[in-house]
Nanobody
Framework: EVQLVESGGGLVQPGGSLRLSCAAS????????MGWFRQAPGKEREFVAA????????VYAPFGEGRFTVSRDNEKNTQYLEMINLKPEDTAAYYC????????????????WGRGTQVTVSL
């Protein structure tokens, strides 16, 4: 059973940047796509980004285009989410997930989930 653990969240000022990490253990990520979701207080969980196993195909939610970059290091069983120019509306718990395809990652059903890391964008 794959277990996902996120890290790197915290408090950052508007316009700042953060790099989230997601480390996998207890299994192999072989051929699994990975991605990120987020959930703000009082809102539904929403898709942020996904990346395929080879790391040569990435897809982003419109709010992430140009500001968020998803990447992965399969040797380290880790994926990353680099976020720049952060805005208060990016405040949310960010969740890592893995599934058999980027399409399934985006759908947000089944697969593997981490427990989340909090990102707060505020002065």
């Amino acid at each position: 059973e794959v277990q996902l653990v996120e890290s790197g969240g915290g408090l950052v000022q508007p316009g700042g940047s953060l790099r989230l990490s997601c480390a996998a253990s207890g299994g192999t990520l072989s051929n699994l796509a990975m991605g990120w979701f987020r959930q703000a207080p009082g809102k539904e969980r929403e898709f942020v980004a996904a990346i395929n196993w080879d790391g040569d195909y990435m897809v982003y939610a419109p709010f992430g285009e140009g500001r968020f970059t998803v990447s992965r290091d399969n040797e380290k069983n880790t994926q990353y989410l680099e976020m720049i120019n952060l805005k208060p509306e990016d405040t949310a718990a960010y969740y890592c997930r893995a599934d058999v395809s980027t399409l399934k990652v985006r759908r947000g059903e089944g697969g593997y989930w981490g427990r989340g890391t909090q990102v707060t964008v505020s002065l």
